[in-house]
């Protein structure tokens, strides 16, 4: 089987935007951007894990042999993909409680003050949620620097000299990661799958 290999430069620089931008997500603690409803803002933690998910499966098409380290950092992915779903379901649940707090009060006969505990309880476990995806993160931060970097020295170009000239892998890693940074930089709105 022949190696082709054109497009695994742009997919791992997507792949490690996306992933990036899952963890500078995460570091602003902001749950109503983490967890955007899907209707209204569909950039959200989901949204960047499943881009991530999708161009990593889709890199590894081009090897006749992938590495054990390529497929755990999938199932690290999808570890990741569904924590941040059971995260997302919990804020929607705990915004939902909140909405409906009249007809919980009147048809469950709860206090307001039972209603605001429950309804914080769901919003806690979307906190913890970013707290076990965070700190999956950080449990690979390791081996994802180590992919990257074994990536990145197969986009560099060969030795001239003692002088170390860049592939056009690189440069297209490069603005296959860049252009996906830039463009979700301030998490904007996109349109995304379904879950």
């Keep these: 089987m022949v190696e082709i290999d054109n497009n695994k430069a742009p997919l791992f620089g997507r792949r490690d935007a996306y ?12 749950l109503d951007a983490i967890f955007a409803s899907m209707e209204e803002n569909p950039v959200n ?12 499966e889709r890199s590894l098409m081009f090897f006749a042999e ?66 076990y995806l965070l700190m999956h993160m950080k449990l690979a931060e390791r081996k994802y620097e180590e992919l990257k970097s074994l990536e990145h020295s197969e986009f560099v170009g060969c030795m001239q000299g003692d002088e170390l000239l860049s592939g056009s892998d690189m440069n297209r890693y490069l603005l296959a990661y860049n252009s996906v940074s830039q463009l979700y930089k301030d998490h904007t709105v996109r349109i995304a799958e379904d879950l």
Aim: glycine residues 6%; negative net charge; aromatic residues 14%.
């Design 45 to 56: 933690v989901i949204y960047y894990l499943k881009r991530a998910l999708a161009n990593s």
């Design 66 to 131: 992938v590495s054990q380290d390529e497929l755990d950092f999938l199932e690290h992915l999808d570890i990741l993909l569904d924590e941040s779903r059971a995260g997302y379901f919990a804020h929607k649940h705990g915004g939902l409680i909140e909405k409906q707090q009249n007809f919980i009060t009147n048809f469950y006969k709860e206090s307001a003050e039972e209603i605001a505990r429950y309804r914080e309880s769901y919003y806690q476990r979307a906190r913890d949620s970013v707290g």
């Design 19 to 30: 992933y990036d931008r899952t963890r500078a997500l995460l570091e602003t603690g902001d």
